[in-house]
C-alpha cells in the first residue's frame, strides 16, 4: 500500500513553499482555474483543499470550518506567504473584494529597512511551526529577515522563551 497518501498535508505543503520574506510566496503546485494553489486533503477521494487555507491552519494551528475565509492581503491568489493571510467571514469577503474594485489593488506592505529584523509574538509562533514544517534555519533567517544565529537563538530557547510554543507540535 502506498504510504504517499497518508503523509501530512502540511509536510507536503512545505515542499512547495518558497519563502522569500515579506514578499509574495508564489504557489509553485497545482492551480485551480481561479489562480488559487490546490493540494490534496490527504485521502484519495476527499477532494482538493485551497493552499492558502491549508497554509492558514498550519501556520496558526487552527482548523477552519466551511464559513471562514482566508483572504490575501496581496490580491495575489497564488500567494501563500503566511503574514499575506488574514481570516474573514464570507461577508467580510466580499466586502474585500468590493473593496478591491475593478483591478485597484491595495497597497502591498512591503519589507522596509525600519521593519526588518524585528520579531514579535506571532512570528515566533510561526518559525516554530514553520520550522515543523521542514524549513531550515537558513530559509527562516531570509523568510523572517533576521540573522540564522537569531533564528537558532529562538528555536533553542535562548530568546523569547516566554513565548508559549507547545501546541504547535502534534
Ligand atoms: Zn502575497
Redesign the pocket.
Given at each position: 500500500m502506498s504510504q504517499k497518501s497518508c503523509i501530512p498535508v502540511r509536510l507536503r505543503l512545505a515542499k512547495y513553499l518558497h519563502p522569500s520574506g515579506d514578499?509574495?510566496?508564489e504557489w509553485t503546485g497545482a492551480k485551480n482555474e481561479h489562480g488559487y494553489g490546490v493540494i490534496g486533503r490527504g485521502k484519495r477521494g476527499r477532494g482538493n483543499t485551497k493552499d492558502h487555507r491549508v497554509a492558514y491552519e498550519t501556520f496558526y494551528d487552527v482548523k477552519l470550518d466551511s464559513s471562514s475565509h482566508v483572504l490575501?492581503?496581496?490580491d495575489?491568489p497564488g500567494?501563500v506567504?503566511p503574514l499575506?493571510l488574514w481570516l474573514g467571514n464570507h461577508r467580510e469577503n466580499m466586502n474585500d473584494m468590493l473593496s478591491k474594485g475593478r483591478g485597484s489593488k491595495p497597497p502591498?506592505r512591503r519589507g522596509t529597512a525600519n521593519n526588518k529584523a524585528k520579531l514579535d509574538e506571532n512570528k515566533i509562533r510561526l518559525i516554530f511551526q514553520l520550522r515543523h514544517t521542514g524549513l531550515t534555519t537558513y530559509q527562516l533567517a531570509e523568510l523572517f529577515c533576521v540573522s540564522r544565529v537569531a533564528i537558532c537563538c529562538v528555536l533553542n530557547r535562548t530568546t523569547w522563551r516566554h513565548v508559549d510554543v507547545t501546541n504547535h507540535f502534534c
Open positions: 514578499q509574495c510566496w490575501h492581503r496581496c495575489n500567494c506567504n499575506h502591498v
